[in-house]
């Protein structure tokens, strides 16, 4: 087992770099199994979920190497179509390959994810949409069994926009027979560079970063390479831990228009950004502000960030609501922070967080990612010595988060037990 341990209180300064979006390079890989052939995919972050979706299209019959930062994926061999539940049960983005197992061999067999620590996460929408294309799906032993001799266009319209059902219903949808419209369809930045990513296989996809998309299926698709853009989550996580330490870091490589919300909420807790081409520096208030959030799906603030601004809020002078409509039981993070200090009580969903002038290093546990970056951002703001065990968890996201943030003068070492 591994553990972090942060000495707190130092102002982060320096400048980083982030790596590449994660939650886009997951359904890109699933979408290689579209088009046999040898795929490469640059700029992918080191993190255990890639090392997961990578063995899983092994476990399809699919080469996977990795040269530094890029993948060569060739899926000409693939012809396993089986998503096993030890592999699916670790990482609820295995759910993607679904899809385009259909697409390809028209049937699959998906464990389903199964429990979550952030809240009942349902695959409902992700069945309708493919069921609309003309699949047949039954559940057999806690597993999806998906077939279809011919999926056709259809038009899918989403009670809430889901990221991984829009993702899954997209990646059928290009090589279904005919037209295929998803309405209230996702958003988020992630699906505009999965769309990029099938455009460039051969897709015909438009209306991809607005609520209705468009699909016109192709009879075959042919392998691609891209870069993947800069994760967007991993960017505001070092701007969020800046403006919490009060210090003054730069965030190189990054997609400033991807985190306006998050940008708005910082300059709201009194930080000063300047924003350029790809670079976000910020200089951090000597102490925040009270700032209240509700995270709702793209543009708003996104849910992944707001266990992050819950742990910035602690330290806040005054107290900040916070709520969140993407996964509304989404708390995993404060009985750990309230271990540090935090004064912070959930009532009818909402958390109210009560700024406290400093806390305090403690024991504790990252119950998931995010709910583990918001750790490290309380951490790195508290006196004293924090350590935070579970760091799987937080390494599903970050690469190397402990050398990045040594880089802007944290006092951060992992350790194994
Ligand atoms: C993705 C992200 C995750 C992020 C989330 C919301 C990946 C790998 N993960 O997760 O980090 O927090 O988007 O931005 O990209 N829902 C249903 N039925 C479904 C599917 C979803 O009711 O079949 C609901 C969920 O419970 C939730 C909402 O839709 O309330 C949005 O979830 P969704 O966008 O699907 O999240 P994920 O794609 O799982």
Redesign the pocket.
Known sequence: MERLIIKGGRPLSGTVRVGGMK?AA?PMMAATILAPGVHILNNIPDLRDITTMSHLLRIFGAKVYRHGHALTLDTSTCDFPEAPYELVSTM??SFFVLGPLLARFGRAKVALPGGCAIG???????LKGLRALGAEMDMEGGYVVAEARKLRGASVNFE??????TENVLMAAVLAEGTTVVENA?K?P?ISALAEFLRLMGAKISGDGTDRIEVEGVTSLSPAEMEVPPDRIETATFLIAAAATGGEVTVEGCFPEHITSVIGKLREVGAELQVRDGTIRIEGPPRPGPTDVVAT?YPGY???LQPLHTALMTIAEGTSLISDR??PERFTHVPELRRMGADISVEDRVAVVRGVRALDGAPVMAPDIRAGAALVVAGLAAKGETVISRVYHIDRGYERIEEKLRSLGAEVRRETT
């Open positions: 939650n997951l609820r983005a009942p996460r349902p695959v409902d929408l992700h809430v926009p889901s990221v991984g059902a996702a988020e992630e799906p996104p849910t992944d993407v996964f």
